[in-house]
């Protein structure tokens, strides 16, 4: 992984992820493993974004999170690194809800509660 030519973080929720670019023939790791286009980890929203990066290998370590958040915190990082490229395309990613941060987390749970809000039934007698 040398001549790193752009990178970017990203976040959704729990999941992080860090995203390289380098110049390649559009071979892609996860996690240091190489992907084809034909496992069934890709939505066909990532596969709309891999599109526009024909002459680069990407590179992604993703951790924490649930599966859906790592996936949406990589849509997100794509996204962001095609405007980076080719700023045009920012109307067109934006329809389509890529560059929508969503920063909600789990709420904490508070004492004398049995979850983040939920009580205990009132009893008046």
């Known amino acids: ?3 790193i030519l752009y990178s ?3 976040k959704r929720k729990t999941a992080f992820v860090n995203i390289f670019l380098t110049v390649g023939n559009k071979q892609i ?3 240091n493993k190489i992907i084809n286009e034909k496992h069934n980890i890709y939505t066909e929203r990532i596969l709309f974004l891999l ?3 024909k002459n680069y290998n990407i590179y992604i370590k993703v951790q ?3 599966f859906n ?3 949406e915190a990589i849509e997100f990082g794509l996204a962001s690194l095609i405007i ?3 700023k045009d395309l920012k109307s067109l990613l934006d329809k389509q809800n890529f560059l929508k ?3 909600r987390i789990k709420e904490r749970r508070k004492y004398g509660l049995k979850k983040a809000r939920k009580a205990s039934q009132y009893s008046k007698r």
Request: no cysteine; charged share 15%; glycine share 12%.
């Open 29 to 31: 790791f996860i996690n």
């Open 51 to 53: 599109e526009f990066f």
């Open 8 to 10: 970017f973080i990203s």
């Open 69 to 71: 958040s790592q996936i």
């Open 1 to 3: 992984m040398n001549n």
């Open 84 to 86: 980076k490229f080719n």
């Open 101 to 103: 941060k969503d920063v």
């Open 64 to 66: 924490g999170g649930g």
